[in-house]
Nanobody, 123 residues
Framework: QVQLVESGGGLVQAGGSLRLSCAPS????????MGWFRQAPGKEREFVAA????????YYANFVKGRFTISRENAKNTVYLQMNSLKAEDTANYYC????????????????WGQGTQVTVSS
């Protein structure tokens, strides 16, 4: 189990970009699949993207393909979500997550959650 801390959220106009960061905070760190979920007001939490730490395999929700890119920086144990061409519908609280694999993450079997970072896209 790890603790995760997100950053990089903010207010941006439609068509703009943001980059979210997530890093573990705790006494230990192991290889995980890491990724992002989001939850808008009145909506259920939904999967956004994930990356397998060991080999860099990525998987995306269909609604972000071609716009968002998930990546990792091994030296910092940090995962990023580069969000381009943002839309008003992307407005949500974005949560970093860690799981045993991409498949378990997409099945909502998440081991650790970050506290969330707010992304607001104005139209």
């Amino acid at each position: 189990q790890v603790q995760l801390v997100e950053s990089g959220g903010g207010l941006v106009q439609a068509g703009g970009s943001l980059r979210l960061s997530c890093a573990p905070s705790g006494r230990t760190f192991s290889t995980y699949a890491m990724g992002w979920f989001r939850q808008a007001p009145g909506k259920e939490r939904e999967f956004v993207a994930a990356i397998n730490w060991s080999d860099g395999y990525t998987y995306y929700a269909n609604f972000v393909k071609g716009r968002f890119t998930i990546s990792r920086e091994n030296a910092k144990n940090t995962v990023y979500l580069q969000m381009n061409s943002l839309k008003a519908e992307d407005t949500a609280n974005y949560y970093c997550a860690a799981a045993k694999s991409v498949s378990t993450m997409t099945s909502l079997d998440v081991d650790s959650w970050g506290q969330g970072t707010q992304v607001t896209v104005s139209s």
